[in-house]
């Protein structure tokens, strides 16, 4: 049964409380700003392929010389707002009721609460996070765990709450606006503007976003664009709204000048989203046979390639005056106090190379981190909010060369198998519901699992052999594949194997990585699976 309103078509089912998200004005608005915004979207969708077929045939990216006169010309974006300017520890999670209190609890500056990465988009995930946050923001949010019976409500003076939008390649099937879905980016953008701005402005702050995984600086104009409308539609001034982008593309890593330009009264913040960033150089590069990543334990941020994108990012972010963000170390704590110092040990020490380079505030996955992180950035900052004052300008310059370098490290079997039972146990969580899930002491999220599926596609494609001889081919995997899902089901037990249709997770990992053409994105296919 669908439900028209306000000329939006819901095909999603209905809960009473979706109503209070679902009004008329806020469909309306949604409504408006689809009309608006959907055919752009969907060209700028079609350029990412057609940008993406020179790669395949052998061009690499490279800064663009059209736009040489922006990164040459001296310009600043628009002043940060006071309560953004220090940023230095933030923690993530996905719009789970209990999560947000935790993370607005925990000791961070910022929460990001997202929509993207460690959100599966499911029906009721959707509506109902975006009834968790306007709770969050009211104050009034509160949660008691069913199972334990303990209660939870926000302390004084919570985290400031930034929230991720889905990226601009997912569609919100439930909801649809002249026969056609939606764009989920402004799904979720325009009903958390919708039900949060007024609150937000009168506390004397602004809305935020985080805008993950964009390809170019004609993206970031769409944002802009859209942030313009919103605002005038809004009756509110410029620089309402305020973003944080996360540089997480091989080609947006070339146009960081140009996306802080075209987004320059809006944006306070460039983010390192190593992750995605790894997955996007695997998937941009996929036909250059030299530029085939190893084991994706290797592929840290002190790989050449990793660390030229680290530190252009700082230096383009200061010249121009926003925020330069570092990024997720995926380790979370472990019950064992050991393994807890060890895994500490490598969180301090991935937190130290991103504050020596110049990063001006880092994320944490898990509220065990943030001591670790803050002791870090706090010996660093000392007084001062962040690092703006690190120009880098006596590095030497950041080229092409750098950014595409090609990294060193073996192909092993315990990887491969590593990344196939990573796979397999993150796409069967996905299609159930849950986006970021803990899995052999690593959090993983749609980013971190997309490195593991692609890594071995890119093996077999090139016909790359692992370090014991052995040649990664198609029946290597299917026969892997077969061995490691019974590793994983003695692991998770016969129940959650059904529970979470793991027999369809390993089918769908099957056909994505033997296609002859690389998947695009993993959850394009699991969102046709996801209940
Ligand atoms: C590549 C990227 O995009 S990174 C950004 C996206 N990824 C993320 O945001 C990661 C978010 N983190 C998580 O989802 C979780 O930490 C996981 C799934 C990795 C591990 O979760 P769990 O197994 O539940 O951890 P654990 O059992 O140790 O949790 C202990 C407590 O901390 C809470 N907690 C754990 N992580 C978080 C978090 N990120 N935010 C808020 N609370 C959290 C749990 O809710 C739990 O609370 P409780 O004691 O009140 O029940
Ligand atoms: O979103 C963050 C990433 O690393 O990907
Ligand atoms: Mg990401």
């Known amino acids: 049964m669908t439900i028209e309103r306000a000329q939006l078509t819901i095909h999603g089912a209905m809960q009473p409380a979706y109503d209070d998200i ?19 979207l969907k060209s700028l969708l079609a350029t990412r392929q057609l940008v993406q077929a020179r790669y395949d045939a052998g061009a690499l990216p490279d ?59 499911s029906w009721s995930g959707v509506i109902e996070g975006q009834i968790n946050l306007r709770d969050a923001n009211l104050g009034t949010i509160s949660y008691e765990d069913p199972a334990s019976g303990k209660q939870y409500a926000l302390r004084d003076n919570p985290a400031l709450l930034i ?45 935020y976003y985080y805008l993950p995984k964009l390809q170019s600086h004609h993206e970031a104009k769409w944002w802009d664009d859209v942030f313009r409308f919103t605002q005038s539609y809004f009756s509110q001034p410029v620089g309402t709204i305020r973003a944080t982008v996360l540089i997480e593309t091989l080609p947006a890593v070339f146009e960081m000048d140009e996306i802080l ?58 010249k121009r005056g926003a925020l330069a963000m570092g990024g997720m170390a995926a380790f979370i704590p472990a019950k064992d106090p ?31 981190l943030a001591a670790t992180a803050n002791a870090v950035f706090n010996a660093k900052l000392g007084d001062k909010p962040n690092q703006l ?41 996905w299609i159930s519901g849950k986006g970021c899930v803990p899995i052999y002491g690593l959090m993983e999220d749609a980013a971190t699992a997309e490195i593991s ?45 059904q529970q979470q249709s793991f027999d369809k997770a390993a089918g769908l990992l099957l056909s994505i990585t033997t296609a002859d053409e690389l998947v695009d994105f993993l959850t394009l296919p699991a969102y046709e699976l996801l209940g």
Request: overall charge negative; aromatic content about 8%; hydrophobic content about 40%.
């Open 389 to 429: 004052h690190i120009s880098r300008d006596d590095d030497a310059p950041i080229t092409a060369a750098d950014l595409l370098q090609p990294s060193d490290g073996e192909r092993t079997e315990a990887g491969m198998r590593t990344n196939i039972r990573v796979a397999l146990q993150y796409i069967a969580a």
């Open 22 to 40: 679902l009004t008329d004005e806020a469909c309306t608005f949604l409504v408006a700003l689809v009309r608006a915004f959907r055919p752009q």
């Open 163 to 207: 929230a991720r939008v889905r990226g601009l390649h997912l569609w919100e099937r439930h909801l649809t606006v002249d026969g056609e879905q939606i764009p989920g980016s402004l799904t979720d953008f325009a009903l958390y503007f919708f039900h949060n701005y007024q609150h937000r402005l009168a506390t004397g702050s602004g809305v």
């Open 63 to 121: 800064f663009l010389p059209e736009t040489a006169a922006i990164r040459a010309a001296d310009w600043q974006v628009a002043a940060i707002p006071t309560d953004l300017q220090d940023r230095r520890v933030e923690i993530t999670g996905p719009v789970d009721r209990k999560m947000i209190i935790n993370a607005l609890n925990a000791d961070v500056k910022v929460f990001m609460a997202d929509f993207e990465d460690s959100q599966a988009p």
């Open 261 to 318: 330009y075209s987004l320059k009264d809006h944006i306070v913040a460039l983010n390192c989203g190593r992750w995605d960033y790894i997955f996007s150089y695997i998937k941009t590069l996929k036909n250059h046979s030299d530029r085939v990543l190893p084991d994706r334990q290797v592929v840290t941020m002190n790989q050449p390639f990793l660390s030229a994108y680290s530190r252009l990012l700082i230096k383009t972010c200061h």
């Open 453 to 497: 599926r692609t890594s071995i596609w890119q093996w077999i494609k090139h016909g790359k052999s692992l370090s014991n001889g052995k040649l990664i081919d198609k029946a290597l995997f299917s026969q892997m594949l077969t061995e490691e899902s019974q590793v994983v089901k003695a692991e998770v037990g016969d129940e959650l194997w």
């Open 338 to 368: 050991q393994q807890n110092e060890a895994i500490l040990a490598k969180v301090t020490a991935d937190k130290s190379l991103e504050a020596n380079n110049g990063h001006d505030g880092t994320w944490v996955a898990h509220p065990g």
